[in-house]
């Protein structure tokens, strides 16, 4: 079991606070629609939209609004075909950011996306800047109160790829291909889980403290604030003992 950057723990704080402001909803349907325009709207057969739909499950999303965002997507309803984008650049301190979006209007996602980057002190940069230094993975988060030793065995036993400990529990590295078997493994056999998602999983973290770490989580807030952008990854590290006084001055 090793040790992990705090990005997953510090993107599930975020996760919590977007869906407090009801910004998750917005992007919820969103990723709904495409999934199920991409792959069908049956669930079971449609590992993207599953996830998307135990997502939305997890956020309190009205059956209603799954429904209706499922229709988009199969064309039994009214709405915009969203179409896939990925930004790269970089943030204060040469962090690398990995931007997924899904927009009807592209021009205005990219003018978005730069003048945040710009205004924060960083960059848009060509596409595969930054890409290289992230990897696609599933990401299985149970809290800190669970058995390690048990965990760690079952998981193993179910294909994952490693165990890491977090600043508030342990997260379960798995191939995207593998995620669905062993979610379902890991779930059958008690273990409950907290958080599940593909994420782009950092190889190298950048550490940042002071004024540097202060831009960077407003740049991430920025962007996530736009109702285009579904995901941002970045590669910076934030120390215990750093993230303590940053969370105080909020």
């Not at 909803?25 to 135990?54: H, Y």
């Not at 962007?223 to 590669?235: R, W």
Request: hydrophobic residues 40%; glycine residues 12%; negative net charge.
């Amino acid at each position: 079991m090793s040790g992990h950057s705090k990005w997953s723990t510090i993107k599930r704080k975020k996760g919590a606070a977007d869906a407090k402001r009801g910004k998750i909803f917005t992007k919820l349907i969103r990723e709904i629609a495409t999934a199920a325009r991409m792959g069908g709207g049956e669930v079971d057969s449609n590992p993207r939209l599953r996830l998307a739909v135990d997502k939305a499950r997890a956020a309190n999303m009205p059956k209603d609004n799954i429904a209706r965002g499922i229709a988009k997507g199969t064309g039994a309803g009214e709405g915009e075909a969203y179409e896939e984008v990925v930004y790269e650049g970089y943030g204060p301190g040469g962090v690398a950011v990995y931007i997924d979006a899904l927009t009807d209007n592209k021009n205005r996602t990219v003018g978005d996306v730069r003048h945040i980057l710009t205004k924060s002190g960083g960059n848009l940069g060509a596409n595969g800047c930054v890409a290289y230094l992230f990897t696609k993975r599933g990401v299985l988060s149970f809290a800190a109160d669970v058995d390690p030793d048990g965990l760690m065995e079952a998981a193993l036993d179910g294909g994952a790829e490693d165990i890491v400990e977090s600043g508030d529990g342990f997260d379960v590295i798995v191939s995207p291909t593998d995620f669905d078997a062993l979610k379902d493994a890991l779930e059958q056999a008690g273990f409950k889980l907290e958080n599940a998602e593909i994420s782009m999983e950092p190889s190298t973290t950048v550490e940042i403290e002071g004024e540097v770490a202060e831009s960077m989580l407003r740049l991430t807030d920025a962007l996530e604030e736009l109702d285009d952008v579904q995901n941002v990854y970045a590669n910076f590290d934030i120390s215990d003992e750093e993230m303590a006084r940053l969370a105080a001055l909020e």
